[in-house]
């Protein structure tokens, strides 16, 4: 029983242009989310979060919507960059820990 | 301020086999988690401990425990291996109580092979 999903394993885009990754969750407790990115042989660092109580969270190129109705979150990149070629997973927190997406791998390509 | 490390950072190993492996948090974290990484399965929770205890559970069998030293460091073991335990298992330090905040500093990881 996956309480959050990642239904693209990957996703390819032009540098420049936009990169969206997106999440689904199930469980009504989730009020935490954060976007984690992940380089081979790295472990994940943090990227961005959003609380329950909103429903956008912007950081420089890096933006995070919430839409608590749809139990959806997505990423937004813009511009997308080579480097941001990664493995990006979402979580989302009940308070107690965390439970992570099965990630998207993001490839832009210059 | 030297991050999250984990030894040993690749292991091989044969079923029925046990492990240990470990981790040394960011100084001054006390909470460590542990995480395994699998393809397909993203980051599934194993367990979390905060000074010293054990606080927080995931969903694996028994043979998979861990304990945290007074000095923070962490280490998780597995008995008796089995061929779908390989995997990247990572560990996760906070200065916090949750992991609000994306106050979660994670380790390289420790890659395991099992045949």
């Known amino acids: 029983d996956q309480q959050v999903k990642q239904n693209s394993p990957s996703l390819s885009v032009q540098e420049g242009r936009i990169s969206i990754l997106n999440c689904d969750y199930t469980?009504?407790?989730?009020?935490?989310f954060l976007w984690y990115k992940k380089y081979p042989a790295e472990g994940p660092t943090f990227l961005i979060s959003?609380?329950?109580?909103?429903d956008k969270n912007e950081d420089g190129r890096f933006t995070v919507f919430l839409n608590k109705s749809a139990k959806h979150l997505s990423l937004h990149i813009v511009p997308s960059q080579p480097g941001d070629s990664a493995v990006y997973f979402c979580?989302?927190?009940?308070?107690?820990?965390?439970?992570f997406g099965g990630g998207t791998r993001l490839m832009v390509k210059p | 301020k030297a991050g999250v490390t984990q030894t040993p950072r690749y292991l091989i190993k044969t079923r029925g086999q046990q492990v240990t492996l470990s981790c040394s948090p960011i100084?001054?974290?006390?909470?460590v988690s542990w995480y395994q990484q699998t393809p397909g399965q993203g980051l599934q929770f194993l367990f979390e401990?905060?000074?010293?205890?054990?606080?927080n559970k995931g969903n694996f069998p028994g043979r998979f425990s861990g304990r945290q030293f007074s000095n923070s460091r962490s280490e998780m073991n597995v008995s008796t291996l089995e061929l779908g335990d390989s995997a990247l298992y990572l560990c996760?330090?906070?200065?916090?109580?949750?992991?609000?905040?994306?106050?979660?500093?994670f380790g390289p990881g420790t890659r395991l092979l099992v045949l």
């Open positions: 996760a330090s906070s200065s916090g109580t949750t992991a609000r905040g994306g106050t979660q500093y």
């Open positions: 469980n009504s407790m989730f009020d935490y």
């Open positions: 959003i609380s329950s109580i909103k």
């Open positions: 979580a989302a927190d009940a308070g107690n820990m965390l439970t």
């Open positions: 100084s001054g974290h006390r909470s």
């Open positions: 401990y905060f000074s010293e205890t054990q606080r």
